[in-house]
């Protein structure tokens, strides 16, 4: 099985920019988190999506926002960027079925978010 | 709430000792424990996990952790470290049925030979 995808692998931005990330999960897998990881606050989570629906949120502002398609590929938008934003961001897919917190998550590589 | 330090930003062992990362978390309701490892420009693999079962738990690449649930501990070990061990670990805590895990700050395991 092909695993986790995530493109773009880097990106540079400018300050008050908009971006978005996209991630193709493994296949036959219906949920998608968001994670994103810094050397300051470590791995924090941002978003989980099951079947089209954010089933659960971190504490991030509004300006980071997700959602998922049909096929269960999902995208996550980031506007107006800050410097603080400058990030990895990891893409974590599972089957999703158990709903909660067992779930083994398989991680793509990441997109480096560099803002200028 | 929840929460999860890791003992040590950073851990050095010699090619072939013993490798221990230590893992402390706080929940309030009975937790679920991962360990991951994320090696250079690359996402995270689940190296083992705790849902409950077995208080000893084995995990990929010969690691193992221990639940304690009296010292509130989920150590990880591995009793001979190789030089492709050399990473970052994190451990990982969820509970209560919430799906949102908490993650520790990671330990970077520097192997020398």
């Known amino acids: 099985k092909a695993g986790v995808t995530q493109t773009p692998r880097y990106l540079i931005k400018t300050r008050g920019q908009q971006v978005t990330l996209s991630c193709s999960p493994i296949?036959?897998?219906?949920?998608v988190s968001w994670y994103q990881q810094t050397p300051g606050q470590g791995l924090q989570f941002l978003f989980e999506?099951?079947?089209?629906?954010?089933?659960n949120k971190g504490n991030f502002p509004g300006r980071f926002s997700g959602r998922q398609f049909s096929n269960s590929r999902s995208e996550m938008n980031v506007s107006t960027l800050e410097l603080g934003d400058s990030a990895l961001y990891l893409c974590?897919?599972?089957?999703?079925?158990?709903?909660?917190?067992?779930?083994?998550?398989?991680f793509g590589p990441g997109t480096r978010l560099t803002v200028l | 709430a929840q929460s999860v330090t890791q003992l040590g930003s950073h851990v050095s062992v010699s090619e072939g000792a013993l490798v221990l990362l230590r893992c402390n978390y706080s929940s309030s309701v009975p937790p679920y424990l991962f360990w991951y490892v994320q090696y250079p420009n690359q996402g995270l693999q689940l190296l083992l996990k705790y849902t409950s079962a077995a208080t000893l738990v084995k995990g990929i690449n010969g690691f193992e952790a221990e639940f304690k649930k009296s010292e509130t501990s989920f150590h990880l070990t591995k009793p001979s470290a190789h030089m492709s061990d050399a990473a970052e670990y994190f451990c990982?805590?969820?509970?209560?049925?919430?799906?949102?895990?908490?993650f520790g700050r990671g330990t970077s395991l520097i192997v020398h030979p």
């Open positions: 974590a897919s599972s089957p999703g079925t158990s709903g909660v917190s067992t779930d083994t998550q398989y």
């Open positions: 296949s036959g897998h219906r949920s």
């Open positions: 990982a805590l969820s509970s209560g049925g919430s799906y949102i895990p908490t």
């Open positions: 999506y099951f079947s089209e629906t954010q089933r």
